[in-house]
């Protein structure tokens, strides 16, 4: 009876085996693993950091000093000045006609005041403006120049490392460390 129940639990075992075995098998009846991918790690030999240079632009101001010369108005003062003055004289000499040297007819004394008035006030005037106090002053004139410059900047690294024998090269964005994580495939060679 002993050997009996040892015989049951014998088959028992085989059948759950067999069962299990059948549950991961294909159509075929072998394991699926075609396709399936798992994760392991390998060791890290070497690690490069990897940089580029980019330029980059600085736009700044520049400011400079220039001394700059102001004169004051002209004075209206000696334009009026002048064009009385002018309009004196041009009245003078235009009424000289009937008993100067030269005679002529009547009506260009006005002619020669009104001359006399317009010459006057530009003589005047630019004895006026000759005339304007002139100062200087200091003016700061500024303007925006680009300066450029050149920067390193870290765009990964370049990580050999060995997994079963093979060594083999990736770049990644941050430092693996001392071991770095791999996906194992196995497929059937034919």
Do not use: W
């Amino acid at each position: 009876m002993q050997l009996f129940k040892q015989f049951i639990a014998g088959a028992a075992v085989a059948a759950l085996v067999g069962l299990s075995a059948t549950a991961k098998a294909g159509p075929t009846g072998y394991p699926d693993a075609y396709g399936v991918d798992s994760y392991d790690f390998a060791r890290v030999t070497d690690v490069t950091p990897v940089y580029t240079d980019i330029e980059v632009r600085t736009p700044r101001t520049e400011c400079r000093d220039e001394q700059v010369m102001y004169r004051e108005p002209a004075s209206p003062a000696g334009t009026l000045v002048g064009g009385l003055l002018g309009a004196a004289v041009g009245n003078s000499l235009g009424g000289r006609g009937h008993h100067g040297r030269y005679h002529h007819r009547g009506g260009h004394r006005g002619g020669a005041t009104v001359a006399g008035a317009v010459v006057g006030a530009l003589v005047g005037h630019q004895i006026s403006r000759a005339n304007a106090q002139t100062y200087y002053t200091t003016e700061s004139h500024c303007r925006v120049v680009d300066e450029f410059s050149m920067r390193r900047e870290l765009v990964g690294y370049d990580v050999r490392y060995r997994y079963n024998g093979q060594i083999y090269l990736t770049r990644t964005d941050h430092h693996p460390g001392d071991r770095i994580r791999v996906r194992v495939a196995v497929s059937p060679a034919f």
